[in-house]
């Protein structure tokens, strides 16, 4: 399958779910998790930063259309597609990890943990992004540090799941013929 294929197909799964499934689901309603940022998690190294941003942008604007914001989730999404490139440049610091695989997993950046890292990082910046927007609106800095952490943590063990149980098969390519 090729690789605009896969992507588009995952936009739009990863969106149905995201709004038809876990946004529904709010625990004493301050956790929300959300999976749909694994669109731009999941996005192949060879993406240029530019592109990365304008998925990341259509992504939250696809999903504030369907909830009616004013653009929380495409600042968020737009912020970790941003920052993504150079926690992958942190992480994965020998030459040659985004030529031999395709996009991030737990086998292209070097394990579990290099993985968790990523996931969580990125989930803490964009749950502190998208809340921190939803604190200047309405108030209340206990309530975006509780709903920050809780979404934080119920996300990142729902992406670790995912990973697991989608496991995406990539092959580690060389330059030899």
């Known amino acids: 399958m090729s690789t605009l294929v ?3 197909i995952r936009f ?6 995201q709004f038809f499934v876990l946004d529904k689901v ?6 929300t998790p959300y999976i749909y940022i694994l669109f731009i998690l999941w996005m192949p190294f060879k993406f240029s930063r530019i592109l ?3 998925l990341a942008f259509l992504l939250g604007f696809v999903l504030d259309s369907f909830h009616h914001n004013p653009g929380f989730h495409a600042a968020a999404c737009v912020l970790i597609a941003y920052v993504r490139p150079f926690l992958i440049n942190i992480l994965v610091p020998h030459e040659g990890a ?6 991030p997993s737990l086998k292209s950046l070097g ?3 290099p993985y968790l890292v990523y996931a969580g990082v990125l989930t803490l910046l964009h749950n502190s992004w998208l809340f921190m927007l939803e604190a200047l609106q309405f108030g209340g800095v206990w309530e975006f540090i509780v709903k920050t952490m809780f ?7 729902l992406i670790i799941i995912t990973e697991l149980l989608f496991s995406r098969k ?8």
């Open 26 to 31: 709010h625990l004493n309603y301050m956790i």
């Open 12 to 17: 739009i799964l990863l969106i149905l779910v």
């Open 170 to 177: 990539q092959q580690f390519r060389t330059n030899t013929v």
């Open 151 to 157: 979404s934080t943590l119920i996300s990142v063990v």
């Open 111 to 113: 394990g579990f943990m």
């Open 52 to 54: 990365q941003m304008i």
């Open 6 to 8: 896969k992507n588009i």
């Open 98 to 103: 985004e030529s031999n695989y395709e996009e």
